[in-house]
């Protein structure tokens, strides 16, 4: 079946500890994005990746990194320089093709929470 | 810029009754509109989307949404809802040219009550 998976589903974290959050594609799509979920605030856009080995930071990257190594996968680090890291964390994916709109696909998410 | 304004964080409704989601939008460049759902502890699922054409767009569920250039509004409506529909709602736009990157409205909890 193709889709996107993330994992884990649920992550627990001292502060002050970096941790690592899995996103992984098999939908041949050519971009990655990275959300962030609070509640009442809605899906904030972390970074985002259109090909291999280049990225941008979305609205609120901070405290966050990335990579693009690979055009299935592209991880998100939540660093110790997040002030406020506990939050539903959402990747989703989409092609790129010159005109039109292509859907974004999202993954099941991962609840990080930070102790 | 784009900002998306959902003007109710929370809608509870009667099974069978029907129901109406307001969402407007800024935008100083042309965009497509979309609805997401998203069910508990799950990731969105798209809903309906307008990218041109007729300004009233339907789901496969009973949803529709119209999109409305002048008020700048895309509210989603449902003439009678299930239980099933109990979900958070997502309103967010795209910008036709350059990347494609959603802009996320705050998301509207609808509660069916038997």
């Known amino acids: 079946d193709g889709g996107i998976t993330q994992s884990p589903k649920y992550l627990f974290r001292k502060e002050g500890q970096n941790v690592t959050l899995s996103c992984e594609q098999n939908?041949?799509?050519?971009?990655m994005y990275w959300y962030r979920q609070d509640p009442g605030q809605g899906l904030r856009l972390i970074y985002y990746?259109?090909?291999?080995?280049?990225?941008q930071k979305g609205d609120i990257a901070e405290g966050y990194s990335v990579s693009r190594e690979k055009k299935e996968s592209f991880p998100l680090t939540v660093t110790s320089a997040q002030k406020n890291p506990t939050a539903f964390y959402l990747c989703?994916?989409?092609?790129?093709?010159?005109?039109?709109?292509?859907?974004?696909?999202f993954g099941p998410g991962t609840r990080l929470t930070v102790l | 810029a784009q900002s998306v304004t959902q003007l109710d964080s929370q809608v509870p409704v009667f099974e069978e009754a029907p129901v109406e989601l307001r969402c407007n939008y800024s935008s100083s460049v042309s965009v497509y509109l979309f609805w997401y759902v998203q069910y508990p502890n799950q990731g969105l699922q798209l809903l309906l989307k307008?990218?041109?054409?007729?300004?009233l767009v339907e789901s496969i569920n009973g949803f529709e949404a119209e999109f409305n250039k002048s008020q700048t509004s895309f509210h989603l409506r449902k003439p009678s809802v299930h239980i099933s529909d109990t979900a958070e709602y997502f309103c967010a736009v795209g910008r036709i040219q350059g990347a494609q990157k959603l802009v996320f409205g705050q998301g509207t909890r609808l509660t069916i009550n038997p």
């Open positions: 989703a994916s989409t092609l790129m093709t010159s005109g039109g709109y292509n859907e974004q696909f």
């Open positions: 990746s259109q090909i291999v080995n280049d990225f």
């Open positions: 939908l041949n799509h050519d971009a």
């Open positions: 307008y990218l041109s054409g007729s300004t």
